[in-house]
């Protein structure tokens, strides 16, 4: 299996590496990594079997069945046994581990290289380095977080050596991080979970407190609000954070990650902004991951401006399941698509008969290898 993983990835590693390719390249860069994923996970293999699904039959990547993400609580998804995983990655959210999203890596060698490739373009297109301040923990501290790993890639890799962190072991240093940040005489990039950002902003707006961030400033923020802070919509989180640190809400990103992927999808706003292009919000995913709103009863692709289930095709996944059923709404708008929200209704419904589904290929199907 080691041989056949590692040619993999390195096929993988090309294609990742190429400015773009077409829908038949991705087309056949997926097949490889679903006869793979097939073969050696075996959860998967079963979930596969049970819709009657196999790599023999199955010729384009939207005939892949995708699994629940909630399935990543219930079993382990992993093509190689966890001992050799490299890597971790657990999603937050309860205190208990049994509950939580596992996400297994033989190694890190794909993720990286995806972060790096599609962080460049979106985030900081116009230059090579900038200095950033990073308002999340350090890997050192959240060991198990796609999120701090993330963080760590971004300040390594595209930071300047002044660029620092604004949490310590005792929390988000708020104070000194405000003395810095009113102090900054060149373009900064502010890089982190979007409670953090609230956070700071409920504490400025408390001691009448705003900067004026040199021109290219930037932020750029993930994870959304919900359940950690006070909710707040995206565009409405893009106005305050323009107005907070005087930036123009062209030069304010989130990032659409999730523990169970291996790539991020990033608002295209920002590129749009130095590319003088029309300026749009919607997610550009990249060329090694295909997303696609699903009608979860008949299980086919929404027409576009139709919203549904988003389903991510995430060919960095390499050694989970390149295809994910995720609990979020979408709605498809030319080469890129809006969140919407979480799944309700009738859509949270298809979601848990999906994950009902998986937990039934798993016990039905026991005896098979």
Known sequence: MLEDYLALKQELSTFISQPTSTEEAFNEMALKVFQFQYEHNQPFRKFCRKRRVSPRK??????IPPVPIDAFKLTTLSCHPIEEAKALFMTSGTTNPEKRGKNYHRDLEIYDLSMKTHFKSHIIPDMDKMKMFV????????????????????????GTEDSQYAFSKEGFEIDSFIE????????????????????????????????????????????????????MTPEVF???????????????????????????????NLLDFYKDHPI?????????????????????????????IIVHYDLANINSVMAILTEDMGV???????????????EAKGCSLAVEQFIASSKNSEGES
């Open 58 to 63: 199955v010729k384009h990547y939207t005939e």
């Open 135 to 158: 308002l999340f923990p350090t890997e050192e501290e959240m060991p198990n977080s796609s999120l701090a790993h993330y963080l760590h890639i971004a300040i390594n890799t595209f």
């Open 180 to 231: 810095e940040l009113q102090k900054q005489q060149e373009p900064i990039l502010l890089i982190g979970a979007t409670f953090s950002f609230i956070h700071l902003l409920d504490e400025c707006k408390e001691r009448g407190i705003r900067f004026n961030l040199p021109t290219h400033s930037r932020i750029m923020d993930t994870g959304g609000s919900k359940g950690r802070s006070r909710e």
């Open 238 to 268: 893009r106005q305050e954070m323009s107005e907070l640190f005087s930036i123009p809400p062209e030069l304010c990103v989130n990032m659409y990650g999730m523990t169970e992927l291996s790539s991020q999808i990033y608002d295209r």
């Open 280 to 308: 749009s919000t919607r997610k550009q995913t990249p060329h090694w991951v295909k997303t696609v709103i699903m009608d979860l009863e008949k299980m086919e692709e929404k027409a576009p401006g139709e919203k549904g």
């Open 332 to 346: 498809q708008e030319e080469d890129g698509f809006y969140l919407l929200g979480r799944a309700k209704g009738a």
